[in-house]
């Protein structure tokens, strides 16, 4: 049986096709529709794509992200404040998982991290890919993760596991195959409340509204970062543009490939086709290689390390997260995450 319309769309899906923004209550309106299942694939397909054309403003990001703030199950920080590297995604650059690598290299340096994702969407490879492709147990649901991060520091939140609702917009965004206004909400829905974040953004436009959603929902530190060549990732090729909320304000600077003090980084040399070359990548840099991969992760580890107000400065953390990898620390955090399912962890 044919679902009937929402009595919302009538009246914005006009609105969004005239340029005009949307009250939070409509939106929370509309999310907690679309989340519960209540909306036909057509028109939810027309909802998000005419809110993407004409720009999501932070107001609109920030009550769709109460609607899953609202509804997700939630995990218990035990060992002090956590770290999120969620971004974007959409950069359309086909690098490996960096973030997801950065994140592993963070927890060895020390940062409790609780890694917020999914499956690729408007990707060749998501953060659960990879991480599954790593041997780590994903889909071991919410218990699961909590016990990782009360034992190893670690957790991953796979989103479907602790935002059920979002299976009702699954197939629809895998059909679309672009960025969408859910694409923006992972970031700002960490199942444990993560105070701080090193967000990786797709496309520069998105700064703005991303960095007033969370200077709306207000944050301990978020760092977001979006790079001149095309990475939602710190390059080391060119400058990063870079937004940094704390508590419900924001500022913007550049940051420069001299201030990690490492050498360049090209996108095509950290380059990965699918989410098994992007495993191997990460086990090389985890294992010790030197190159472009492990610079590019030790930068953004820099990053996240500085976001979560573990060091000083970028430099500063350069060397906690080189120090960490050497010592083994991430590699021994991967191990444990894929020891986790029988209890070894």
Same mark, same amino acid.
């Given at each position: 049986m044919p679902l009937p319309p929402p009595p919302w769309f009538a009246e914005q899906f006009p609105a969004l096709l005239a340029g005009h923004d949307l009250s939070a209550a409509a939106v929370t309106e509309a999310v907690r529709d679309l989340v519960a299942g209540r909306v036909d694939e057509a028109r939810a397909a027309a909802f998000l794509t005419a809110l993407r054309m004409k720009? /999501?403003? +932070?107001? &609109?990001? !920030?009550?769709?992200?109460?609607?899953?703030r609202e509804q997700m199950v939630r995990l218990v920080p035990v060992s002090g404040p956590v770290l999120d590297t969620c971004g974007t995604g959409g950069d359309d650059s086909g690098t490996f998982n960096i973030s997801t690598a950065a994140a592993l290299v963070a927890c060895g340096a020390g940062v409790p991290v609780v890694k917020h994702g999914g499956r690729a969407v408007s990707s060749k490879s998501g953060?659960?890919?990879?991480?599954?492709?790593?041997?780590?147990?994903? /889909?071991? +649901?919410? &218990?699961? !993760?909590q016990k990782c991060l009360e034992r190893t520091g670690f957790a991953f939140?796979?989103?479907p596991h602790f935002h059920r609702g979002m299976a009702h917009v699954a197939d629809l965004r895998k059909k679309l195959g672009v960025r969408t206004l859910f694409n923006l909400l992972g970031p700002l829905a960490n199942p444990a409340g993560a105070p701080y974040q090193l967000l990786g953004v797709g496309?520069?436009?998105?700064l703005d509204p991303l960095a007033a959603a969370i200077a709306h929902l207000g944050v301990r530190q978020a760092v977001l970062v979006c790079s001149a060549d095309g990475l939602d990732e710190v390059s080391l090729a060119a400058?990063?543009?870079?937004?940094?909320?704390?508590?419900?304000?924001?500022?913007?600077?550049?940051?420069?490939?001299?201030?990690?003090?490492l050498a360049p980084v090209t996108i095509p040399s950290i380059r990965a086709n699918d989410s098994a070359e992007s495993a191997a990548?990460?086990?090389?840099?985890?294992a010790g290689d030197d190159g472009p991969a492990r610079r590019i992760v030790v930068a953004n580890a820099a990053a996240a390390l500085w976001a979560a107000e573990a060091v000083p400065t970028l430099k500063d953390g350069v060397?906690?997260?080189?120090?960490?990898?050497?010592?083994?620390k991430p590699r021994a955090v991967l191990t444990a995450l894929c020891q986790s399912a029988s209890g070894a962890a």
């Open positions: 720009g /999501e403003s +932070g107001e &609109e990001v !920030a009550a769709a992200a109460l609607v899953l953060s659960a890919d990879v991480l599954r492709e790593l041997g780590v147990p994903i /889909e071991a +649901g919410p &218990e699961w !993760a939140c796979y989103a496309k520069p436009e998105l400058p990063t543009m870079v937004h940094v909320v704390r508590g419900h304000e924001y500022d913007s600077r550049e940051w420069a490939p001299a201030d990690f003090g990548i990460i086990r090389g840099v985890l060397a906690r997260a080189e120090a960490a990898l050497a010592a083994g």
